[in-house]
């Protein structure tokens, strides 16, 4: 048997009407689609939620009466969650609701929000590091895993622009010096009682002397300091006033570096240490010009 709703004007079945005892049909006119659908639009205007914020706030203003409503919530959900039909519903409606726009506003506004960070950064620091530690030291497979997809990220565009950006902040910088501060007894300690590290550390700098005087070159003191000077004292790289170091642009270890006017840029120690045997030029047209005029006033002069 079938009803017309008086809102939709369309035939449906009668299992498509709420029931209504005070109607000669026992049915209300309407359907339970349409009635729903009045029901969201009406839940979404701002005096409704206004109301729904109102009753909580009352609810939780009195103890006694919040306690009661936890308790049968919990009552009502121990009964029925052991029944397969009930997940099965809760899960459906649970989903269904992600995907609606109030959901993903609600889930865009929890990610955002300052509760959700403070609450993060503490499972992080009470069980969430400690547990990936202990995974990471215990567990091979998830190592070789977290390595693998490490060396990906940093590989990486966006990888490559965070390390940038990262490396020269003020907080690395301060680890830096921190680390530092914290090796140089331990190093100092092993370089003077530990023969075996003194001969290794030793061999090591007399390498790259080896290597710097048999790649030749005329690099003089009077040189580095036009360089430093022409620098203004600066990092070419991190653009902070710092103790500069000498770097090949061209690296001695590609064999085709030399110690020269035209190869050497200044750099502070830890940009020095990162660039490593890359070849960067963090010089800037200006300070190419500028060189050259040197270079080709020296020449004339000798």
Known sequence: MNKTCSRC??????NEFAKDKNRKDGYYPICKECVNKKA??????????AKRVEYQKQIKADPVRYAQRSESSRKRYSECKDDPEFREKQRARQQKYDKSELGLARHKRFQQSPRRKDYMRQ?????GIPKAKERYHSDPEFRDKQLTATKQWTESEKGQEWQQEYYQSTQFRELCKQARQRQKPKLRERYNNDPEYHAKVRAKNNARIERERASGGDLNGHDWQFL???AEGKCLCCGNE???AMDHIVPIGTGNGKTIVDNIQPLCVSCNSRKGKQFIDYRSNEYKMKVNEYIQTYSKET
């Open 9 to 14: 004007n369309q035939d449906k079945l009668l």
């Open 40 to 49: 969201k639009e009406v839940n979404r205007t701002s005096e409704a939620k």
């Open 123 to 127: 499972y992080a620091q009470e069980k």
């Open 228 to 230: 430093a000077q022409l």
């Open 242 to 244: 710092r103790k500069l």
